[in-house]
């Protein structure tokens, strides 16, 4: 990297005896500000610690001193050195007289932004996010300068106090070929981002520092208008734009959403939720924890619709090596937190993986992303050696041993002709809003001695869905005068269905866990689609159930998908599909 800070500029406009130890200071190049306040010692500051540069006081004359040789302070208190990147901002008392000033070191670093020059050549608007201090600005005026010079596109700067292009007329080199718009008043600074948009024709937009909700619209404003937008913001997590009403439109804005009482069901929570409100302004965000070490959200839509559902987004974190290589390390998401045996963290070593720069090869395949959860190995199943083995190849002998063992058909307890009631067997049911196909697929793959019949005359019993008896008097007032039985089930699935005819046929034993019959939820009962079930029982009842932790499986197409989520529903467990087509596949959350 190339650094440019002019610091002997900066240092003229200090009194001698403020000066001249910063001369000679072995940390000059570090020098981040100069600290001036009216009756106290003078501060020099560095990344490591602050140091006082003089036993004399400040007085009103050295002050004086410093005013008169600086540029006009402007409504937000700032002013800067003509042709320098530094800026001077001044402490008021109440009558508005200036009694102290912190003189900002500025620099001009060339090459700091190798670190995701990829993402700037995208086009993508670009949101930095950090605390004060940790190099946003310099970034900025960086990122400018690769746009307008090496990229050749047309850029045009909203410079509100002069602190991206420097202070005067001119601005500074550093910005290369990009254009400046300066600010009167920094209340204006929306306006002058709009007039940018309509007078210059701009291809890129540089805005530092938005802040107030007008800005944010104005962004809004120019990224729907095609323009590519670079800005900062002051926050150290995506998560505290979400918490900040006045930047949260930023990312799409949050409002509270009434689900229904299925999707509420579905997804396992309250009614009433937060949900994203529209598309993000920016669709790249950098969190700047450090100078060399930033967290890059590639997808902000998908992050925060992640963080809303109480979950950890998958986040890239890039950093520089001491060779200066460019280091990606990718860290996987984690399950809500209020889930038992969760450490909640999204930074454990197991999950991170790092690589030097590079494409991205897509990845392909059912596949090709995901991992089991496993459960620990047992004592009895380590080699001779006592080698342990790993908990993934553990879980894949369970697996095969599993698939190759022959089912053994298990002897009902109907097998008189008698049925619990003492009814003659078969069973004759009257279904009533229940879906045949359900019915027929369950009686023919458990041979259950089941007939459907569509008259409730010859019934046996009816079995009807509870949301249509309690609407239904006229089914009640039926089944009543006829004295036959009528049984509900909660919804028409397969699981329900089942363990409702077991139950008719007194099959089911409440003090024993139901056993799945995995030929009950596969369609065709090809073997992609045994495995996958397999896979789903094994993590059930190996993982989830016994040690209270949830479980990825391993990408599945959406019709197998389909039949894991009533696999899992049959043992009463909460599910959910995430990620992206190919790579889509379920998490199965303990009760």
Known sequence: ???????????????????????????????????????????????????????????????????????????????????????????????GEIIGLTLRVGRAVFGTIKIIRDLVETGQSILMLGRPGVGKTTALREIARVLADDLEKRVVIIDTSNEIAGDGDIPHPAIGRARRMQVSRPELQHQVMIEAVENHMPEVIVIDEIGTELEALAARTIAERGVQLVGTAHGNRIENLMKNPTLADLIGGIQAVTLGDDEARRRGSQKTVLERKAPPTFAIAIEMLERQKWVVHEQVAEAIDTLLRGKQPNQQIRSISETGEVLIAHEAGTPPARFPGNSGTASSSSSASVSAIRP????????????????????????????????????????????????????????????????????????????????????????????????????????????????QSKLRHLAKTR??????????????????????????????????DLSLFARSGSSDELEALEETRLAVEQIVIPKGQPVELLPRSPNVRKMQHELVEHYHLKSDSFGEEPNRRLRIYPA
């Open 1 to 95: 990297m190339q650094i440019t800070d002019d610091l002997n500029k900066l240092l003229d406009i200090v009194p001698d005896d403020i000066r001249q130890p910063l001369e000679q200071h072995p940390q000059r190049n570090n020098l981040i500000e100069i600290v001036m306040d009216l009756g106290r010692l003078p501060e020099a500051r560095f990344p490591s610690k602050a140091e006082h540069l003089s036993q004399k006081p400040i007085s009103k004359a050295d002050l004086n001193y410093c005013i008169e040789r600086v540029g006009h302070f402007g409504g937000d208190n700032r002013a800067g050195i003509e042709q320098t990147l530094h800026r001077i901002s001044a402490l008021r008392n109440r009558s």
């Open 360 to 471: 991205v090869t897509p990845l392909s395949g059912w596949r090709s992303a995901g991992k089991m959860v496993p459960m620990p190995p047992p004592a009895d199943k380590f080699p001779a050696n006592n080698a342990p083995v790993s908990e993934t190849r553990y879980f894949e002998q369970l697996l095969e041993e599993s698939l190759s063992v022959e089912p053994v058909a298990k002897p009902g307890r109907f097998s008189q002709n008698v049925g619990p009631n003492g009814e003659d067997l078969p069973l004759h049911v009257y279904p009533y809003g229940i879906a045949r196909h359900h019915l027929e697929q369950v009686i023919s793959t458990l041979n259950l001695p089941v007939v459907l019949t569509k008259d409730i005359d010859t019934a046996d019993v009816v079995l009807a869905l509870r949301s249509n008896v309690r609407n």
């Open 483 to 516: 004295q036959v039985p009528l049984h509900t089930i909660k919804a028409s699935t397969l699981p329900h269905v089942a363990r409702a005819l077991r139950r008719l046929l007194d099959m089911e034993d409440p003090a024993t866990p139901e056993i799945a």
